[in-house]
């Protein structure tokens, strides 16, 4: 099994760029980094994970930027969003940032991709969040064809553009990993339809994990599609969950690490990493 870390890179916590070289010293395979482009001081929806919204929701450095400083600073460590929110995010733009944190790094970008949860910002961008899968599919669509094509055009409902020239394109080809965040139907669909990994949460349904990803891969049989890899995003460092994961048949396992300052977030990779060796040995 792989392993990776992801901490929200908020203003108060350890530098990203410190961060990135410590996991990469460790021996991680990855690091991801969330994002937020804003939190509303008004909300209805409830946090998924339960209470009171953390404060690096609304304190978060910009992914794209924070990734492509720590690909300066390291030289193995794979980088990925732990999402990106793509219907927050201009398609042709966001095509831009992503082949650009590709070539930056040297090929090390891994794409985690998202619908977001909070319908109050999905809002503020100007998206319904009623239609957001719908947007969605229209904008990885549409980043398809500008990385792959050097006159990319595309005609949909709620992106459309003619003929443009965009360069960078990715190192990766066709392009980088794309890892879809989710634990309901309407992602699982998109999972199977563009994607080249699913990444669940471990405990955001009540079913077990091991279920669920039993029914994806008959999903993605039942789509004539090959078993595709899991990976278990946001993870404790209990050593026995790790080994359930491992007997579900998960590839790579992230390991949560709080937004903090440089004396809570060393030790916390530290335990990651004793886990790590423990599961590996």
């Given amino acids: 099994m792989k392993f990776g870390v992801a901490m ?9 760029v410190d961060f990135g070289r410590a996991a990469e010293e460790r021996g991680f395979e990855s690091l991801f980094l969330p ?6 001081s008004e909300r209805v929806t409830a946090y998924p994970g339960g209470g009171e919204l953390p404060p690096e929701y609304s304190h978060t450095l910009d992914a794209f930027v924070a990734l492509a400083a720590v690909a300066t600073a390291t030289t193995s460590i794979k980088l990925g969003t732990g999402i990106c929110l793509v219907i927050e995010r201009d398609p042709i ?9 590709d070539v930056l790094s040297g090929g090390r970008f891994l794409f985690g991709v998202g619908a977001g949860w909070l319908r109050e ?8 969040p009623r239609v957001r899968w719908r947007v969605f599919d229209e904008r990885m669509r549409a980043m398809e064809a500008i990385w792959s094509s050097d006159v990319a055009s595309f005609h949909g409902r709620y992106v459309n553009f003619e003929g ?11 392009r980088p990993p794309v890892l879809l965040g989710g634990d309901y139907s309407s992602a699982i669909d998109r999972v199977i339809q563009f994607c080249d990994e699913w990444m669940p949460h471990p405990d955001r349904t ?21 078993k595709l890899p899991v990976t278990v995003y946001g993870s404790s460092t209990d050593a026995r969950l790790i080994d359930s994961y491992a007997a579900a048949g998960v590839s790579r396992c992230v390991f949560r690490i709080p937004a903090a300052p440089a004396d809570v977030v060393l030790p916390a990779l530290d335990r990651a990493a004793e886990v790590m060796r423990l599961v590996n040995a």
Avoid: Y
């Fill in 206 to 226: 009540d079913r077990p994990l091991d279920e669920r990803i039993a029914e994806f891969w008959q999903r993605c049989s039942d789509a004539g599609r090959d």
């Fill in 93 to 101: 733009l966001l095509a831009k940032e992503v082949a650009s944190v």
């Fill in 35 to 40: 994002e937020h482009t804003h939190i509303p």
């Fill in 8 to 16: 929200f890179p908020a203003d108060f916590a350890m530098h990203v």
């Fill in 121 to 128: 910002e999905v809002a503020n961008h100007g998206v319904d």
């Fill in 164 to 174: 443009i020239w965009s360069w960078p394109k990715p190192v990766q080809k066709p």
